[in-house]
């Protein structure tokens, strides 16, 4: 089924379908669009099974159909209201009989997310203003409504990351006012919305939002904590750590989109969040105390394994990689980086490193041509005499070898 004949039937069996929602608003932006997100009004369940009796019924609180459109599985909503009648995301009394797409759209967090599309007209329904805000890259609230469900906050500053919007003071108070549920908001909804925001072509406008608002301290402690710890001047003229922090994720977001390379970059320094008063601007064993940190974090936040490992070997190695210069350093290295690419592959790491430092030192910059070298030696080229434990150490020494020979090659 086509969209235009899905549309046809809704219309036909007395109905109206919409695409809502950001697939709307990427349209106007000129930007390629996601997921569609349909909403049909003017239909009962009842109707709705008649005129799509292969649809499948998934909705709970609220009817929502899964429909094949275009050959994709696509959800089909129906329009509804919601009332207020509890805490969270869950505290509410939804209704979907005899809604209008102008109150269903009245719900939803801001007003570039508020215009839909008429399937049948190809008209815009924008009761709210949000194509005018999306000329002006500006975030607005649909209406006082917003913080009835917390997490729009977080979702308010992932947009503003996402579409590079200002946002009003209008929002940045309705934000505010999400303070007091968000504590009791699951961990996995937080950290859904970290993840989209480090996704981000500038994540750091996402932290950068919630400070704003006043939020930053309560949700992620650990990169608050980072405001107002000085660093040496020469070293760093952009200013304390959490600049540093902000401007280095942003480069490492401008070369990837990994969510958890960029988490890497985020966490690299969250050591020197806890450097005492007396001994900044300096930051001595801040990596080690950055391990602690990122755990004392995940007992919280509830990481993937991939992760925190990952981000643990950035905090350990960030220091040390660009400024080793014996073999046997750089050869363990190599090899630690080979048996972690399982969670951040050695490539990535060096993005963080060169955000970090500006340039990389010549056995990470021709990475693979040492390691291949390295590698091109293991323990069955052991010479007859060399048995047991020692092929370790004969493997070891020989791989010394050729990193020590190959670094001086290309010095």
């Known amino acids: 089924m086509t969209e235009k004949e899905f ?25 390629a669009p996601n997921d569609k997100d349909y909403v049909v009004v003017g239909l009962s369940k009842e109707g709705f099974n008649a005129a799509f009796p292969e649809a499948k019924l998934i909705g709970n609180a609220f009817p929502v159909f899964l429909v094949e459109i275009d050959g994709i599985k696509c959800e089909v909503a129906f329009a509804r209201t919601e009332r207020k009648n509890g805490k969270g995301y869950r505290g509410f009394d939804v209704s979907a009989e005899n809604v209008s797409i102008q109150e269903d759209l009245f719900r939803r967090d ?23 805000d999306i000329e002006q890259k500006r975030l607005r609230p649909v209406s ?18 996402q579409l590079e919007f200002w946002v009003t003071d209008e929002l940045i108070a309705a934000m505010g006012q999400c303070r007091t549920e968000l504590q009791d908001e699951p961990a996995e909804r937080i950290f859904g919305e970290l993840k989209k925001a480090l996704s981000s ?7 950068r939002v919630l400070q704003q608002a006043d939020l930053l301290k309560d949700l992620f402690p650990e990169i608050y904590a980072l405001r107002g710890k000085t660093q040496p001047v020469e070293f760093h003229p952009e200013g304390d750590a959490f600049e540093h922090s902000m ?19 985020l966490v690299h320094d969250i050591g020197k969040g806890v450097t005492p008063e007396k001994m900044l601007p300096h930051h001595y064993n801040h990596e080690i105390k950055g391990l602690e940190v990122l755990q004392q974090w995940n007992q919280r936040a509830k990481f993937p394994k991939l992760w925190i490992k990952s981000a643990a ?24 980086l080979e048996k972690m690419q399982r969670y951040i592959s050695p490539a990535d790491f060096c ?36 048995q047991g434990q020692q092929i370790g150490e004969w493997l070891r020494q020989k791989r010394i070898q050729i990193c020590k020979e190959w670094m001086e090659e290309k010095e």
Request: one cysteine or more.
């Open 110 to 132: 801001t007003t570039v997310n508020s215009i839909a599309l008429n399937l049948a007209t190809g008209e815009l329904v924008d009761p709210y203003g949000g194509k005018t």
């Open 144 to 161: 006082e409504h917003f913080s009835e469900d917390p997490v729009r906050a977080l979702r308010a500053a992932r947009q503003a990351a």
């Open 313 to 336: 070997l950035v905090i350990e190695e960030h220091m040390r990689a660009p400024l080793l210069k014996k073999a046997g350093k750089v050869m363990e290295l190599v090899l630690l």
């Open 7 to 31: 549309s046809n039937r809704v219309r036909e069996a007395g109905g109206t379908a919409y695409i809502v929602g950001g697939w709307v608003r990427d349209q106007l932006m000129g930007n």
């Open 201 to 207: 072509r500038k994540p750091s406008v996402f932290f």
């Open 351 to 386: 993005i963080i490193i060169a955000a970090d430092h500006g340039t990389l030192p010549v056995y990470l910059e021709r990475y693979e041509e040492l390691r291949d070298k390295i590698m091109s030696v293991n323990g069955d080229m052991a010479p007859d005499n060399v």
């Open 247 to 265: 401007n280095l994720m942003d480069r490492v977001a401008a070369q990837t989109n990994n969510p958890v390379v960029v988490f890497c970059g």
